[in-house]
């Protein structure tokens, strides 16, 4: 008989109890004595819960429970006006009258309001698509209203259920709207497509394909019903129970806990949400840096809903006050980053109306907005980056960015020809940018960089890296520290450290989607050197008996670097830096005090940045940049 | 407990404490996934449904559930046929059973603090009873290291096991 391995005589085991059920002592196969005490057990196992049973349940008994306490927000009689449920979409848009022509075209959405502003922005307009009304307006970045392009995505989709989700896709298609996801069946009896419209919303479609789904969904059918991205499901759910009176329908949970969809009920309304999945495009308003989309609520009591919503941790951006337009409203931020309107209607006002009171609401409020002056300082750091930003240079800089698009779901944002004659390129991952240079005429000397990149699934993006030509360091394992992680090599010598930290988020607190790993030999000179050059901050430092550094993390502006001394396979690779700060002329200074040698000296670019460049003492390269002016994108 | 009573809401505190508990005692007395999860269910709506009711006389919480829990199931019994269901010992008097069903209680615990790739596996063979290929292919991982994992799993409950049992 061929020698059988240990986990195979014990997998046999475990089949044997498995297939009888009911026997107190079931038969066995032969199996080596070792494996007696794991077979007793696997026998004990034998009535192990089901995760979600236990979650479901407990749901369900929350659900009783508040039922028997609380009184059930009353829809009877609502200040809902005609024609609104208690969720409505407010999407901001950066062109709100475009928007409106597309989603006629794409949607089928008829025009119900138009309010027009002085200035012939739209300052509010609602459109009718299936059973439910769509608020959308222009961006007015001084009232906190900012589009999809302003704020670098958006962590809300507005969902669909419709009766031919096929028909729905073709057509926005040919309207103009870019697939995320294609149309088709999903395993959980859904048939489903996603995709972007060219403002930068994202729309998801669906229609049930069996009849269990389809009477769980009918209430909100062609209703829309927003999809909320949150950095922690769980925390969220608990705080819209406690905010806004929801109440759970369902909640699907991986074994760590984080939500992969979640459906819960406010008033007469759905919203799903599911925690951030930067690998799938699914970021939250904090790593955006922001949401065009607010959640609209019509209400009962605006005011004690308001408070309560506050009391939850709720943060107020306007009070509740009586508005021009006949609701009584006011605005929030959730723990989260989404933002709410909460509403009662008082009045009915004819749009004739609102318009005659919206010229008197705007000549109040002209002086005092021309008091506050121009807005038209350059912020120091550009919209969507941080203080650092990696930058990898590779001979095959095209294919790097096709697999970093490919592997890492790395969103394209500008792709230009630099000054050497190569490619120079910005891509998003996750809540993280990066630059790119390289190919063409380029003859510079690459610099191949070691990162730490955060996903939510680690195995899933280990084995589409290697799908795409990456080598394997390591295969993914659960590490000691509290992740799980893999590393691999891509095409241009590139390091990445892929990881998903366990429990409900997985990234840790204070880093980001990608982080610079150093290798460097000689670790506490480079953070010795950070903070005289760069005032940067030690976070961490895990070091041996003999001062060796195995791990350390500094801190420089609101990013972190990440570095342990070199050993092993971990030899140092320098790295280049783009570093957005407020005087590139000072921190250049700083840096040659410090100890670097200067690459270039501060410089206006015709690109908008004034910019300049060093070495450290340890070969890392170091640009400093300020914006001076803004330069339109191409 | 009190707050419970005060607080039906505090009531989900309870349920993480006791929901093994009374899972492993049905699952017991009644070898039957379904009508477990069922009985279970029920045992918490009463449980519930019955909390301001409940006397403090140094009967503890979870004693009580079980009480339940054995009315429920002898009252499924007169009016079904699930008597060949029954653990041969089904009539056991309930304080006897309750240490085994303690030990089995505290093991299912233990599950939930496994590395998360060896609960994963454990909990799909075990508690959905999916076969290794299924679950290699749910995992997109080979049938072989789906194995390792069960094995790895097993053999590490069994050492938090001895570990908590000197």
């Known amino acids: 008989m061929a020698k059988r391995s240990l986990s195979q005589q014990l997998d046999e085991l475990v089949d044997a109890v498995l297939a009888q059920p009911e026997v107190p002592e079931p038969a066995l196969p032969p199996a080596e004595a070792k494996l007696a005490p794991l077979a007793h057990l696997a026998i004990r196992l034998r009535g192990l819960p089901r995760q979600d049973f236990k979650t479901r349940l407990k749901t369900d008994l929350e659900r009783s429970a508040n039922m028997a306490t609380k009184p059930v927000m009353t829809t009877k009689v609502r200040p809902i006006p005609e024609g609104f449920r208690t969720v409505t979409p407010y999407l901001c848009v950066k062109d709100a009258a475009g928007a409106i022509e597309f989603y006629r075209k794409a949607f089928e959405a008829t025009e119900t309001l138009r309010l027009p502003m002085p200035d012939g922005r739209i300052g509010h307009a609602e459109i009718q698509i299936g059973k439910s009304r769509i608020m959308l307006s222009d961006e007015f970045p001084e009232m906190g209203a900012v589009s999809p392009p302003s704020v670098g995505g958006s962590p809300v989709d507005i969902h669909f259920y419709v009766e031919d989700v096929d028909a729905w896709g073709t057509r926005a298609m040919a309207a103009g709207a870019r697939i995320l996801v294609p149309v088709a069946d999903q395993d959980y009896g859904e048939r489903y497509g996603r995709l972007e419209d060219p403002f930068g919303h994202r729309w998801g479609f669906s229609t049930p394909l069996n009849e269990d789904r389809a009477q769980q969904v009918r209430e909100t059918f062609y209703v829309a019903t927003p999809y909320l991205v949150v950095a922690d499901g769980a925390k969220a759910i608990d705080f819209y129970k406690e905010a806004f009176a929801a109440t759970e329908l369902m909640r699907l949970a991986d074994p760590d806990g984080r939500i992969a969809h979640a459906e819960l009920a406010i008033g007469d309304s759905v919203i799903m949400l599911s925690g951030a999945a930067a690998e799938y495009g699914r970021l939250s308003p904090q790593s955006l840096g922001g949401t065009p989309v607010t959640i609209h609520l019509y209400v009962e009591n605006v005011d004690a809903l308001a408070s309560q919503a506050v009391e939850a941790g709720a943060k107020i951006l306007r009070p509740v006050q009586d508005q021009f337009y006949g609701d009584r409203s006011g605005r929030f931020e959730d723990p989260f980053g989404h933002v709410w309107i909460v509403s009662a209607h008082i009045e009915d006002v004819t749009p004739e109306e609102i318009r005659h009171r919206l010229d008197g609401f705007m000549s109040r409020q002209a002086p005092a907005e021309r008091q506050q002056g121009p807005t038209k300082r350059v912020k120091p750091i550009p919209e969507g980056f941080h203080t650092v930003t990696p930058y990898l240079t590779a001979r095959q800089a095209p294919q790097l960015l096709e697999f970093l698009k490919g592997a890492f779901g790395a969103e394209e944002l500008l792709r230009t020809t630099g000054a050497a004659g190569g490619m120079h390129a910005e891509v998003r991952i996750g809540d993280s940018k990066l630059m790119i240079g390289g190919g063409g005429a380029w003859r510079g000397t690459p610099m191949p960089t070691a990162l730490h990149l955060y996903v939510s699934d680690t195995d899933a993006v280990y084995r589409h890296a290697l799908e795409l030509g990456a080598t394997s360091i390591h295969e993914p394992m659960d590490q000691n520290y509290g992740e799980r992680s893999a590393g691999v090599k891509d095409l241009a010598g590139n390091t990445w450290y892929i990881a998903t930290k366990f429990g409900p988020q997985y990234i840790p607190e204070g880093l980001r989607s990608v982080n610079v790993y150093l290798h460097p030999r000689g670790a506490d000179g480079v953070i010795d050197f950070l903070k005289r050059a760069f005032a940067a901050d030690e976070v961490a430092r895990y070091a041996g008996p003999d001062g060796t550094i195995y791990h350390a993390q500094v801190r420089i502006g609101d990013s972190v670097i990440e570095m342990g001394e070199a050993h092993g396979p971990y030899q140092p690779m320098p790295t280049m830096f783009y570093l957005y700060v407020e005087d590139a002329d000072a921190w250049y200074r700083r840096a040659l005090q410090a100890g670097a040698t200067s690459i270039s000296e501060p410089a206006d670019q015709p690109y908008g940045d004034r910019k300049a460049g060093v070495k450290d003492p340890f070969d890392n390269v170091w640009y400093v940049a300020t914006p001076i002016k803004h330069v339109p994108m191409s | ?166």
């Open chain 2, 1 to 166: 407990m009190e707050a419970a009573q005060k607080d039906p809401t505090k009531f989900a505190e309870l349920y993480e404490s006791n929901f093994e508990r009374v899972y492993a005692y049905i699952a017991w007395r009644i070898r039957h996934r379904e009508e477990t999860e069922d009985l279970t269910s029920d045992v918490f709506h009463r449980a519930l449904a019955s909390l301001p009711r409940f006397e403090w006389r140094g009967v503890p919480f979870a004693a009580w559930l079980i009480k339940i829990a054995a009315n429920l199931i002898a009252d499924r019994l007169k009016h079904r046929h699930y008597a060949n269901r029954l653990d041969p010992v089904g009539d056991d008097p309930v304080d006897r059973s309750l240490e085994a069903v303690e030990r089995r209680a505290q093991l299912f615990r233990l599950v939930d603090r496994l590395p998360v790739d060896q609960r994963r596996v454990i909990l799909m063979r075990f508690a959905e009873e999916k076969s290794i290929r299924e679950i290699a292919q749910k995992l997109g991982r080979t049938e072989g290291a789906v194995k390792q994992l069960q094995f790895r799993g097993l053999e590490n409950l069994r050492a938090r096991w001895d570990e908590s049992h000197g």
